[in-house]
């Protein structure tokens, strides 16, 4: 009973250290949905802006901004020398705080450290003789797997966070043409744009909010452009940004530029459409063959089976 003990201590070390990070998420997502609430009844309309913050960054500090200075205070520095791409990676897939990859590296750190621990831990409380190698590698996946699973995490939110803007582009670019048609400039056609798009497309509001925010701040539209574009991590977009900042560089018809770009966006949405439909048949071939082919071939094949069984058997016998 004493030899278990560090190793108890250690589970519940790494129990209590999950269980807080994850009342940590919650506590943080309540609060950021009532400080949104809380602004919403303060003034009034809905507003994608709202949910995006001044042109610093300068939000309300929560409790990962809090959590990550006390960590940094101590003696850790989560700065990291790929930290542009890494910047880069989170804004791609939605994370577009400031500390965001200073979050990221302590997330890491944290997983790397405590999936390795719990499995060693369970495996010496589960009472099995395991060998040296054995631990060995348990540890090692259990750290490459805390390791790179933040990484495939935000891979695939950044996967269906550029699904959705895709998807919901286009109808942003007929809005617009809308609006640049009845006499709106450029800039307030995005703010209306956003606007209307807040409920049925809201990563599509946001990222007009953000737009319109950095123009009220100052910043040239080319500049905001090129912002939009880079955070926006789709290749359609940076070419709507590009072709924009031409349009307002060389004095051709924004109307018409939009109206071109919106057919061609649409265009590829459906290529994409028809693409995914002509890949059916052969994913569904797969699971067709693996199933039903060897039912298939054993109903074909068991009545030959029993004829030459009954067959033989006799004859080898001599019945």
């Given at each position: 009973m004493i030899d278990l003990l560090p190793a108890r201590l250690a589970l519940l070390a790494t129990v209590f250290a999950g269980v807080a990070l994850l009342a940590l998420g919650i506590a943080t997502m309540i609060g950021g949905r009532w400080t949104v609430r809380k602004r919403i009844a303060a003034g009034g309309a809905s507003d994608p802006r709202i949910a995006v913050g001044s042109l610093r960054g300068g939000r309300s500090e929560g409790a990962w901004n809090r959590l990550l200075r006390f960590v940094e205070a101590r003696g850790l520095s989560l700065s990291d020398s790929n930290e542009t791409e890494i910047a880069r990676k989170l804004a791609a897939a939605g994370f577009t705080r400031s500390w965001a990859p200073r979050a990221f590296t302590l997330i890491r750190l944290l997983l790397t450290l405590a999936l390795p621990a719990t499995v060693l831990s369970a495996l010496y409380l589960s009472g099995r003789s395991m060998g040296l190698l054995s631990l060995y590698l348990g540890g090692s996946v259990a750290g490459l797997a805390g390791l790179y699973l933040p990484n495939l995490y935000v891979s695939a939110r950044a996967d269906r966070r550029r699904e959705r803007l895709v998807?919901?582009?286009?109808?942003?670019?007929?809005?617009?043409?809308?609006?640049?048609?009845?006499?709106?400039?450029?800039?307030?056609?995005?703010?209306?744009?956003?606007?209307?798009?807040?409920?049925?497309?809201?990563?599509?509001?946001?990222?007009?909010?953000?737009?319109?925010?950095?123009?009220?701040?100052?910043?040239?539209?080319?500049?905001?452009?090129?912002?939009?574009?880079?955070?926006?991590?789709?290749?359609?977009?940076?070419?709507?940004?590009?072709?924009?900042?031409?349009?307002?560089?060389?004095?051709?018809?924004?109307?018409?530029?939009?109206?071109?770009?919106?057919?061609?966006?649409?265009?590829?949405?459906?290529?994409?459409?028809?693409?995914?439909?002509?890949?059916?048949?052969?994913?569904?071939?797969?699971?067709?063959?693996?199933?039903?082919?060897?039912?298939?071939?054993?109903?074909?094949?068991?009545?030959?089976?029993?004829?030459?069984?009954?067959?033989?058997?006799?004859?080898?016998?001599?019945?």
């Open positions: 998807n919901g582009f286009p109808d942003a670019l007929d809005l617009l043409l809308v609006c640049v048609e009845a006499g709106l400039s450029l800039d307030m056609a995005f703010d209306r744009v956003g606007r209307e798009m807040l409920a049925s497309r809201p990563l599509v509001a946001q990222m007009f909010g953000e737009l319109v925010t950095q123009l009220r701040a100052g910043r040239s539209r080319e500049e905001a452009l090129e912002r939009l574009g880079e955070r926006s991590g789709v290749d359609e977009i940076r070419s709507f940004a590009v072709l924009l900042i031409q349009s307002s560089q060389l004095g051709s018809s924004v109307a018409q530029a939009l109206r071109t770009y919106a057919a061609e966006m649409r265009e590829r949405r459906r290529l994409r459409a028809e693409e995914k439909a002509h890949r059916i048949p052969v994913l569904i071939s797969m699971p067709l063959v693996g199933c039903l082919l060897p039912a298939m071939i054993g109903v074909l094949m068991l009545p030959a089976v029993i004829r030459v069984v009954r067959t033989l058997l006799p004859a080898m016998t001599g019945g």
